[in-house]
């Protein structure tokens, strides 16, 4: 189980690069700067090369992350929306990629570590 939650924290540091490159093209693009793109190429940097290392995951493991990944980006939009609802937190103030991160790790690191148990 240890091997699991071990491999899902990976995971989770690879979405997180994906989320800082993705929201750094994202505010580049808003914001018409050049600036953040740099951080954006590095965010995808490490992507690159942490997956470079990682070669044993098998095709089923990686449709599995892709799917999780992708789910749970689009579910953290409505976060605070559910969350208002159901606890009355106000978290419209949360910025939307911090809430995106937030999310990938509150859901995600679970749902991965379940993943590479059973799957792994």
């Not at 240890?2 to 093209?25: D, M, P, Q």
């Not at 449709?63 to 106000?90: C, D, E, H, Q, R």
Request: proline fraction near 3%; hydrophobic fraction near 60%; glycine fraction near 8%.
């Amino acid at each position: 189980m240890s091997e699991a939650f071990l491999k899902a924290l990976k995971w989770y540091i690879i979405a997180l690069a994906a989320i800082v490159g993705t929201s750094a093209f994202i505010i580049a693009s808003n914001s018409g700067s050049v600036k953040p793109v740099m951080l954006g190429v590095f965010g995808y940097g490490v992507v690159y090369g942490m997956s470079m290392y990682w070669k044993d995951l098998s095709k089923k493991l990686l449709l599995a992350s892709l799917i999780v990944f992708l789910s749970i980006s689009f579910v953290s939009s409505k976060i605070p929306i559910v969350v208002y609802i159901l606890l009355g937190y106000n978290l419209t103030a949360v910025d939307p990629y911090n809430m995106w991160g937030l999310a990938m790790a509150a859901i995600g690191i679970p749902v991965m570590t379940a993943v590479f148990y059973f799957y792994d």
